[in-house]
Structure formats: structure tokens, C-alpha cells
């Protein structure tokens, strides 16, 4: 059974950063209705929470350029002309393996402009004592989903560039 999730997962890679999102909202919101203290962001003063929030949406929208040019660019390897079987199937290979770590870096970009509009909505009415807990619980999930996501795909391109060399 554990093998089976675990190719499954191999194959949908990008499904990582969705099930991350979704398992620090279920703990984020777990937190909030077992503790009366607001967890996170929310408990922040306002002029900090204000400066993080314009923070966040600098740094998410750098990150969203580079994970759209990284989708760019691996959809720009094609594959290379080979001439034996074995090989044929080791660039098909690599090319499935390509278009799998556009799909994670394509999630990513999602929760990556989650944390920007939430984080620009924030900005703007986010401005009582304590922080809203829906805006802080889904900036926060977004970001740490973001982040296994950038890390997972950022590894596999890794792997798939040491593999694509290997062979030149």
C-alpha cells in the first residue's frame, strides 16, 4: 500500500505542495479552536504585520517570476536526437520527468500568488489590534507550501539536469 502512494506520488509530484497547504490549514485551524491566543501572523501589532505582509508580497512575486521563467525554460528542452533505442527512451524519460517538475513549479506559482493577493488584500484591511485569522492561516499555509514546493522542484530539476549531462 505504502509502495503504491509512493509511485503514486512519484507520478503527481505536484500534488506535494496542495496536500502541504492543506495539512497546515487543518493544524492552523486546529490550534485556533483548541487555543484562545491567535496563532502566528495574527498575533503580531499591526505596523509589524504591515511590514511583513509588504514583505511577503516582494518577495512572492520574485519568487512567481522565477518559478514561471524555470516553467518557461524547462518547456523549452526538447528532446534530443538520439540514435539507439536505449537512449530514445532515456530522453522520453527525462522529457515525462521535465514536464512533471513544470506541473510542481506550476503548483507552486499558485500558492505563490495566493501569498501575493492575500498578502496585498492584508495590507489593506488587516488593520484592527489583532490580525485576521483567515488571512494570517492562509498566508502562512501558502507560504510553507510554496516552500516545499520550490524545494521539491527545485531538486528535480537538479536531477534531471545531472541525468541530461550525464549523457553529453
Known sequence: MARRVAQWL????????????????????GIRIFDTDK???????????KEIYSSLTGSSSGLLGFALAAVAIMAAFGRRGVSTQESR?????????????????LATSVF??????????????????????????VITSAAVSSLVGLMVS?????????????DS
Open 112 to 137: 505563490l500568488m495566493v501569498i501575493l493577493v492575500a498578502a496585498t488584500v492584508a495590507i489593506g484591511i488587516d488593520d484592527k489590534k489583532a490580525g485576521s485569522f483567515t488571512l494570517t492561516s
Open 10 to 29: 512519484d507520478r503527481h509530484l505536484w500534488v506535494i505542495p496542495l496536500l502541504v497547504f492543506l495539512a497546515i490549514e487543518v493544524a492552523l485551524v
Open 39 to 49: 496563532p502566528l501572523l495574527a498575533s503580531v501589532d499591526m505596523e509589524n504585520r
Open 89 to 105: 527512451d532515456r530522453e522520453n524519460a527525462l522529457a515525462d520527468a521535465r514536464v512533471g517538475i513544470s506541473k510542481v513549479l
Open 154 to 166: 527545485g531538486a528535480g530539476l537538479t536531477l534531471s539536469l545531472m541525468e541530461r549531462s550525464r
